[in-house]
């Protein structure tokens, strides 16, 4: 045990001191110390790369790194791969390419735990998120008997279901059991676009797709990616992943930190959007490169602070429009918004609020979209309905963040009102419960599973007990 640590998260707008820290070696330490704290409060931390308060606790934090075995294995016909909850998905990836496998859906990072990116509803793009893949997990909790701590399999029906997003409500996870496929291969492109239907044309052909909508320019950057059917590195593959990694991940990353944290220039950032940006990327450049090279950024290098809103398909095309319409207001008090995004702001009174943030923010990072299939979970965020969702993510490097709160509120509010918008759990979360209420008609029974699991709210903090109305 270890009383004395300061918890910070990696964006550093959280920081909390557990009154105990605890990471068990095993099993029965683990039951151990949910038996001694059965009348506390107990959370658990991943990678602490989220931005939301789902981590925080005064009372007792585990920390289940130490719960990181691979194990790969057959089941009927299908190979599976049972994974420690404190696994970094990085070293699982590694660990299944020695094989030949790997998991179905990549996001963006790899240094999430299994068990921090699955309870949160973490994705990709182009597939189902993470939560919906999982097959059975373990849990550690007080189900049947709210006095006695014990291990519970979870592997079907509604049960499954609000285990696969959990937030930590129904207990410690402890294990969890994915498919596994072979590992492949991705062929991609860059293709500007002028605007977002052009984008959601080219997904037909190249349904792994991300883009972006670029602040100031306001042209669309479509990373097109489809599964190859060849086996093998091409187009200079290698040099590809070193140019991206030097020139974005690094290059433009500095560029922007310099531009809008240090000398807090509008016009240098307006000019590296309209004039820089569109000579760094090359659409002429096709390469194909494993799958879990060519799916992953280097996200996690520069902290930062990101809210990611997600609404269904049919809403993405005006979502899109309505983005670029209010942070072109932000940025310039003398921007006249278009009647559509006035029409809308009137009839869902929200025109007064606009005042928050007229003028007061130069929006200075690529707005990232991705499709996420809708998941079998209760409350994921593409989860309980039929058609396809876009996660449509703001990232901000300025501190202090007043005027990028004031925005988010705002887009979280007026996104909500207008397109139905969910929030992810683990970003930067403004979404009050109310709103929550009215966007995932499957909350009562995911509150009804956490209660069987935790009749005493031993898992519950602050956040998902007043966003979750989880008393």
């Not at 910070?8 to 095993?26: A, E, I, V, W």
Request: neutral net charge.
């Amino acid at each position: 045990m270890n009383s004395t640590n300061l918890i910070q998260n990696f964006g550093r707008n959280l920081t909390f001191k557990p009154k105990h820290f605890y990471s068990p070696d095993n099993e029965a330490e683990l039951l151990a110390i949910l038996q001694d704290h059965k009348n506390g409060k107990i959370r658990v931390v991943g990678s602490l790369h989220s931005w939301s308060s789902l981590v925080k606790t005064q009372n007792v934090l585990i920390d289940m790194r130490c719960f990181n075995r691979v194990q790969v294995f057959e089941n009927n016909g299908k190979t599976q791969v049972r994974v420690g909850a404190g696994c970094q998905i990085k070293h699982l990836l590694k660990a299944l390419n020695k094989q030949g496998l790997t998991i179905p859906s990549l996001a963006l990072i790899t240094e999430q735990t299994i068990a921090g990116a699955t309870a949160t509803g973490t994705h990709g793009s182009g597939k189902h998120s993470f939560s919906h893949y999982i097959e059975s997990l373990r849990v550690a909790c007080f189900k049947g008997d709210e006095s006695v701590a014990q291990v519970v399999e979870v592997s079907d029906g509604v049960e499954l279901q609000a285990a696969r997003c959990s937030l930590g409500c129904l207990g410690v996870i402890v294990e969890i059991t994915l498919p596994c496929i072979p590992q492949y291969f991705v062929q991609e492109k860059a293709t500007f676009c002028e605007t977002i239907e052009g984008v959601l044309v080219l997904e037909k052909k190249a349904p792994l797709q991300q883009f972006f909508l670029m602040p100031h320019s306001w042209l669309f950057l479509a990373q097109e990616r489809v599964v190859s059917s060849e086996c093998r590195r091409r187009g200079l593959a290698g040099v590809y992943r070193v140019y991206w990694f030097l020139v974005i991940d690094l290059g433009m990353h500095l560029t922007l930190k310099l531009f809008a944290s240090v000398l807090k220039s509008k016009k240098l950032i307006h000019f590296f959007f309209r004039r820089v940006v569109p000579s760094l990327i090359s659409p002429r450049w096709v390469v194909t490169d494993r799958s879990d090279h060519a799916l992953v950024m280097e996200h996690e290098l520069f902290r930062h602070l990101e809210i990611e809103l997600f609404v269904t398909r049919s809403k993405v095309s005006a979502a899109a429009s309505f983005v670029a319409d209010i942070l072109q207001f932000a940025d310039d008090a003398n921007h006249q918004l278009s009647p559509s995004t006035h029409e809308r702001l009137q009839k869902a009174d929200l025109l007064d609020s606009l005042e928050s943030i007229k003028g007061q923010f130069t929006h200075h990072y690529p707005i990232c979209f991705r499709r996420i299939l809708p998941d079998d979970t209760l409350i994921s965020m593409a989860s309980g309905e039929s058609e396809d969702w876009y996660s449509i993510s703001f990232i901000t490097y300025v501190e202090p963040r007043d005027n990028f709160y004031a925005l988010g509120t705002f887009l979280s509010n007026s996104m909500f009102e207008l397109f139905q918008a969910r929030i992810h759990w683990g970003k930067w979360f403004p979404q009050t419960a109310e709103q929550i209420n009215q966007l995932y008609p499957n909350l009562e029974e995911f509150r009804n599973v956490c209660r069987q699991f935790d009749p005493k709210g031993v898992f519950r903090n602050q956040f998902v007990e007043d966003k979750l109305s989880l008393k």
